[in-house]
């Protein structure tokens, strides 16, 4: 999960990585149902969603991509090629697979030194993926470095309802429903440690302030389903 507070030390970026790629490569093969089961479908409305707030017009990047639901989205509506990185091997695979990804080039690597050059994409996206991040700022710097000035910074991540009710609802359901269910499914423990990530997440403000830090400008939060979800967009500054 994001550090806050003090650096993270290498030896501590280095194997929290290799826990969390362990633990998406167990799921990969059942990332897609549980997500369509886990949201009743809503996550496939959010993307859509993104992607019309982001307005491309020129080439997109989808950072933390997984099996490329997003970047498909992103193709969909432009009929262009996407790019899509992610530093779990088999999610890639199981993305490379899939038809709707056939304009989508995947790409092994890290969130934190993008293997792409500064100043390329008109877009740069993220979807359910920065809490995993581990150094939150590190990623946050690379979205924006590789963004056009002038280009969107568009990430997509759950939030903590503000209604008393709902919010009791939200963390009954990512603690007890969804690890209880993701687990059962994916034959494996990973979603105890994704509900913890959910609900151990940076509000919505601080995420949006850590944008404006990273460079960004006009930085927006829209949320989603009475804020459940939220599209935090930002603009790079022009050089």
Known sequence: MPIVGKP????EIRKEAETIQSMFADIAPRYDLLN???SLN?????????????????PVLDVCT?????????VRETGDPVVGV??????????QEKKACRQVRFTRGDAMNLPLPSNAFD????????RNVFDLDAG???LVRVARPGGRIVILEFTMPRR???????RFYFGRVLPFIGNLVSRSNAYTYLNKSVLAWTGEQELAERLRRAGCSEVEVRPLSFGIAAVHLGVKADA
């Open 8 to 11: 993270p030390q290498p030896g």
């Open 36 to 38: 369509r089961v886990l």
């Open 42 to 58: 809503i996550d496939q409305r959010w993307r859509r969603k993104a992607v019309a707030w982001a307005k491309p017009r020129g």
């Open 66 to 74: 997984g099996t490329g639901d997003l970047a498909a989205a992103f």
């Open 86 to 95: 992610d530093f779990c091997a088999p999610m890639l695979q199981h993305g």
């Open 123 to 130: 877009v740069v996206s993220v979807a359910f993926g920065i």
């Open 140 to 142: 946050l710097a690379e």
């Open 164 to 170: 008393p009710l709902l919010g009791a609802l939200y």
